[in-house]
């Protein structure tokens, strides 16, 4: 019985903003605990707090946005192709999302600027429209 293989428990304590529109609406104090396979002498707690970091940022990064924003877990899409197709889509609209942050009238929320595209495509479609030359 217990965690076969554990070697070390952590415990992190962590504070979460959730954030609308580029404002902090909610802020909660959380406390995790990771287990790992690395002992004492193979991983610093300086080491195993990165890692946990790097987790999270890719959480944080990807999958909360598919999963909240763009409710990827309640797709029913089930033909692998169409399924992949729309992965691939998700990911251009926050590759897209991002890569606008640093314009000067640029959407503070993923939702904001979905909602903005989906309202008026034009400026979105006319970045790929490929000028002869």
């Not at 995790?32 to 004492?40: I, M, P």
């Not at 089930?78 to 897209?96: E, G, Q, W, Y």
């Not at 309202?119 to 790929?128: C, T």
Request: aromatic share 10%; charged share 30%.
């Amino acid at each position: 019985m217990g965690l076969a293989g554990a070697a070390q428990l952590i415990r992190i304590e962590r504070r979460v903003q959730t954030v609308r529109k580029g404002k902090v609406i909610k802020e909660t104090f959380e406390v995790a605990y990771l287990v790992t396979s690395f002992w004492v002498d193979e991983a610093t707690p300086d080491q195993l707090l990165a890692w946990a970091r790097v987790h999270w940022s890719i959480e944080n990064g990807q999958h909360f946005r598919r999963d909240r924003t763009q409710d990827e877990d309640r797709c029913t899409v089930r033909d692998t192709t169409t399924a992949r197709n729309l992965s691939l889509f998700r990911s251009l609209a926050i590759f897209l999302y991002e890569e606008q942050r640093s314009i000067k009238r640029a959407k503070k929320s993923l939702p904001d600027y979905e909602r903005k595209n989906l309202r008026a495509p034009g400026s979105l479609i006319r970045r790929f429209m490929a000028e002869e030359t």
